[in-house]
């Protein structure tokens, strides 16, 4: 008798007995090895959800290698619209030998666990419901060629599942159409495998879990699009011209997507030419250089990077401060250095950033929190460079940048592109006069005029901490902190024009939280359990951006306890808050996680909860 | 064109009406005699003559006192003075946002083969158009007169510490990395070094330049391959070269097989006038064979060591519109609302 008719009959026994039915709220893990192809399977499947009109999230855990490690890839369906990572492993997809008895154990009780049959993993805990399933078997019927045999192999656990989840055939199928376009041989043989897989559930499997999927409307007008893809887009439509990088995980897709994008939308339509250079340089250092480069002869220019280049960058970053040339930087977060944890997520990169280079340095910060703010963040980064005449750096995350979320559509920018203060030929014809870093307007941003301008008053020369108003070669005393006192009141004026903190307060209450990034949507969750479930009341701030505006200090100053909820070890954006505030530092705790996983709700909650308990004791 | 340089008398202005004040910088503030100046006096000469508008000029440097030279010629166009060995993407960024610039950048070979040897190499290989002249002298004068990775093994510093270390020959890495005009040449060899100038200018992809220029105060000494004495006394013109700029006739009454030429770019022309060889440069095999024989006997051959009229530069390359990209409208550089919608489709 197989296994399987084994737990059918099980199964038949324990009729009326099932738990409670849990509908559109759950986490599918799917553990395959790295280079098997089961990407576009498990896209398939968390997109087949979306269809059904349930929100979703997935995220994929994978290794710093290209086939033969394991790698996790985890949906969450959630009819609240939670789309944060769940610590919790609600069904567990166990397609890889070497890691298939831990993922079971790891499930949690009441799990629904889908294995190839050949590993024998009933026997493992006996409060999780097990369907075996011959995979390989399986696969053998439908192909004789063995390499596709491990692709289909895929496609029948997304069968197996999206059957005993209740996923409709129909949006199955949309699914894989949408994956495989236009390609007919491979969509006809996707949906074959898929088929087999719901067959054999059908035939065989016995549905006791309590998981299910039910129909909503809660995707109608929602896009599935990851960070990194918005900000390609937003660059983009942003009027970006000159992209430079140097492959890096998880930052590479960034660039790799507007060469895609560019190649079609960019292209001149009188002369075929590109409206857009994009270079993939030596290092970092290059790829910085040519950004700034570029931006001083006027090109919105962009590179992207991770923690490492970023580190590469320092030197050029510290230039483009000083002879304030716009420059924008994207630095996909992820766990540093060198080898190890690559491709794990972090908020580690806040401080080193925000300082970057030598000297007397400090930067302008975006954060974005979603893929819909990577988009709109893209364009806003290189109007405040150009507004700003300096660097600017975008702090996005590898969760962010390379996992699929679910999002509103991107809308189109309808204000002008901003190219700041930059003087024409007839500008200057028309001022007779034209001095470099003079702060005419007393916001402490200069003019500036392009390299190219047919007008003898055009010219200057661009170097780095020696130099006067006038742009004049310059060691003296008050030159230099001439300079670096209006850089500082540039950095203030920046305050105004930098995206506003998300500020969501609660009258009646004395907690606040404040976060950044990807750390919100645990935040979004975390909020509600803390309120449900442990009577909480939070106030909210999510940081968009810094240099800190007043709204921190304020919020601050208006709760007895403060948490700062972020991804690294060290607390650094609460640092800089406990800076920021002064006296008022006391009241800012910190709540961190950095396990290289992305930050869960229910983390946050108990850190906060505990803490909590242990002030009110103290009062 | 109001007047073309005649090879006798003085030129009072060029074809552009502008006098030679034009392309003239701020004082040098090197030290007297350093081979720079030299270099520089040349820049200006070539540019004056040929007739370049200022305005259409970008000057880029790294780090060092050669780096400094950007601020003494051409006054009146924008210069860049970088970091130290990064000049190369910082000029690549430039040309990228506007090719209509000309660009010109100079450099140490300190900057160059030591801390920039890597941005270097990667200029060349993607054929940036950009004058590239190396102000070599073997040491870092600025950081005062440590070895380069130019100096010559055996060579010895004020101090007696003896170089043991091989040089990199950047003109041998240009013609090995695809740059299209590869030359070398002396600060203290005015004749030779304007018409190779003249012939960057007319140049469309990377022009390379690698000009002895010695440093008075640290390495001017006995014992030193890169003095102003050991340059003379080394130096072997590989032909006598004159450049006829595409704005005056060319003359051929020369007996056959006498002189080669190269037509440049802009329709401008180079005119190598045979010495002892015969000499095609553009023959790379031939070209990378003499230059390691004049390493082998100690000497310091100078000219246009190759030049390849065929190569596309980068900007061609990539397939670049030819206005600035700087300066193109909104409307040119954000695709339309539709282009949105139909994008935001595919994520559905
Ligand atoms: C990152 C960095 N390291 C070191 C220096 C110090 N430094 C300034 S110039 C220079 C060497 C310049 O030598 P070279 O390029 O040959 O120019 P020269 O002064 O000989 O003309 C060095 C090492 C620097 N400016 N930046
Ligand atoms: S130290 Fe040498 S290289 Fe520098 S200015 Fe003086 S002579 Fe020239
Ligand atoms: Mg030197």
């Known amino acids: 008798m197989s296994n399987a008719t084994l737990t059918a009959r099980v199964a038949d026994a324990e009729i009326g007995r099932r738990p409670e039915e849990i509908v559109n709220d759950f986490s599918i893990q799917v553990a395959t090895v790295n280079g098997s192809g089961s990407q576009s399977a498990n896209s398939v499947l968390m997109r087949s959800i979306f269809l059904m009109g349930v929100p979703v999230s997935g995220k994929n855990i994978f290794p710093s290698n290209i086939a033969g490690l394991p790698t996790w890839f985890t949906i969450r369906a959630n009819k609240d619209g939670y789309t944060a990572r769940r610590k919790e492993v609600d069904i567990c997809i166990a397609m890889n030998p070497e890691t298939a008895r831990e993922d079971v154990l790891k499930a949690r009780p009441g799990a629904a666990i889908i294995y190839e049959e050949s590993f024998n993993l009933s026997s493992l805990r006996s409060d999780v419901f097990f369907y075996p399933v011959p995979f390989a078997k399986l696969a053998a019927q439908a192909t004789t060629e063995p390499k596709l045999r491990k692709l289909l192999v895929n496609m029948i656990y997304v069968g197996v599942a999206s059957h005993l989840l209740g996923v409709g055939r129909d949006e199955v199928v949309a699914a894989i159409q949408k994956q495989f376009k236009s390609k007919a041989k491979a969509v006809d043989l996707n949906i074959k495998a898929v088929d087999l897989g719901i067959d054999y559930a059908r035939a065989q499997l016995l549905k006791k879990d309590p998981f299910q999927i039910q129909r909503m409307n809660k995707t109608a007008d929602k896009i599935i699009i990851d960070g990194n893809s918005a900000a390609a887009l937003g660059a983009m439509f942003g009027g970006c011209t000159v992209v430079t990088w140097y492959p890096i995980t998880p930052s590479s897709s960034l660039c790799e997507t507007m060469i895609e994008y560019f190649s079609q939308y960019r292209i001149d339509p009188k002369t075929g030419k590109a409206t857009f250079a994009i270079v993939q340089a030596e290092d970092e250092l290059a790829a910085l250089g040519m950004v700034i480069g570029a931006g001083w002869a006027g090109a919105r220019a962009m590179t992207a990077t991770s923690g490492p280049g970023l580190s590469l960058m320092a030197e050029f970053a510290g230039l483009a401060y000083f002879t304030e040339i716009p420059a924008v930087v994207w630095d996909i977060q992820r766990v540093g250095p060198s080898t190890g944890l690559p491709t794990r997520t972090s908020q580690g990169d806040v401080t080193a950033a925000f300082y970057l280079s030598h000297g007397d340095t400090k930067h302008i910060i975006l954060l974005p929190g979603s893929v819909k703010e990577c988009f709109e963040f893209a364009g806003a980064a290189l109007d405040l460079a150009e507004r700003f005449q300096t660097i600017v750096f975008v702090l996005s995350d590898l969760d962010l940048g390379m996992n699929n979320w679910m999002s509103d559509r991107f809308d189109y920018p309808r204000k002008p592109l901003d190219r700041g203060k930059v003087l024409s030929k007839e500008d200057l014809e028309r001022l007779g006069k034209f001095e470099r870093y003079l702060d005419v307007d007393g916001d402490g941003i200069p003019f500036r005029t392009l390299p190219g301008t047919p007008h003898p008053l055009a010219a200057y020369f661009t170097r780095g901490s020696g130099h006067n108003e006038r742009a004049g070669y310059s060691e003296r005393p008050e030159d230099y902190q001439n300079l670096v006192d209006r850089l500082a009141r540039k950095h203030e004026t920046a305050k105004q024009f930098i995206p506003k903190p998300v500020i969501d307060i609660q009258p009646q209450a004395s907690v606040g939280i404040i976060a950044y990034g990807t750390t919100d949507w645990a935040i979004l969750e975390s909020r509600d359990q803390l309120r449900n479930e442990k009577k909480i009341e939070t106030s909210y701030l999510r940081l968009r951006s810094l240099p800190f505006t007043g709204d921190v200090a304020e919020f601050v100053t208006r709760h007895e306890r403060v948490y700062v909820v972020e991804q690294n070890r060290d607390g650094q954006l609460a640092d800089l808050i406990r800076l920021e505030v002064g006296p008022h530092s006391p009241r800012i705790r910190k709540v961190l996680h950095y396990s290289g996983l992305p930050i869960d709700a229910r983390t946050v909650t108990e850190m906060i909860a505990a803490a909590e308990t242990a002030a009110r004791k103290e009062q | ?348």
Do not use: W
Not at chain 2, 24 to 52: M, N, P, R
Not at chain 2, 85 to 107: F, H, Q, W
Not at chain 2, 128 to 133: E, V
Not at chain 2, 285 to 295: D, E, F, G, M, V
């Open chain 2, 1 to 348: 064109m109001s007047s073309a340089p005649s090879s006798g008398g003085v030129l009072k202005a060029n074809r552009l009406g502008l006098p030679m004040a034009e392309y003239k910088g701020l004082d040098s503030t090197l030290c007297a005699g350093c081979g720079h100046d030299g270099i520089t006096s040349q820049i200006v000469k070539a540019f004056f003559e040929y007739g370049v508008e200022p305005y259409r000029v970008a000057k880029f440097s790294g780090i060092g006192c050669s780096s400094k030279t950007p601020a003494y010629f051409i006054g009146n166009s924008h210069g860049f003075n970088a970091v130290h060995g990064r000049m190369p993407a910082v000029a690549t960024g430039a040309m990228l946002a506007n090719r209509t610039l000309l660009s010109i950048g100079v450099s140490g070979d300190g900057d160059t083969a030591s801390i920039g040897i890597g941005q270097f190499v990667h200029l060349l290989r993607r054929n940036i158009p950009l004058i590239y002249i190396i102000e070599n002298n073997g040491v870092y004068g600025l950081t005062k007169g440590q070895f380069s990775a130019t100096a010559d093994v055996g060579s010895k510093l004020k101090n007696g510490i003896v170089n043991e270390l091989p040089p990199i020959d950047c003109c041998v890495l240009g013609i090995e990395l695809g740059c299209s005009y590869v030359a070398r040449s002396f600060a203290g060899d005015p004749k030779q070094l304007v018409p190779l100038i003249k012939g960057a200018i007319a140049h469309k992809g990377t022009a390379l330049l690698d000009v002895i220029s010695p440093c008075v105060t640290f390495n001017n000494h006995e014992g030193s391959t890169k003095s102003f004495k050991y340059a003379k006394e080394h130096e072997e013109l590989l032909h006598e070269i004159g450049f006829v700029p595409f704005f005056e006739q060319i003359q051929t009454d020369y007996p056959e097989g006498t002189v080669k030429e190269v037509e440049l770019h802009d329709g401008s022309h180079l005119r190598m006038r045979k010495l002892d060889r015969d000499y095609d440069p553009t023959n790379k095999p031939q070209a990378l064979q003499l230059i390691r024989k004049s390493h082998e006997d100690g000497e310091l051959l100078t000219g246009l060591l190759f030049y390849d009229g065929e190569k596309k530069d980068f900007i061609e390359e990539i397939n670049m519109i030819e206005e600035p990209l700087a300066t193109l409208p909104d409307e040119r550089v954000r695709p339309s609302e539709q282009a949105l919608n139909e994008i935001m489709e595919e994520f559905r």
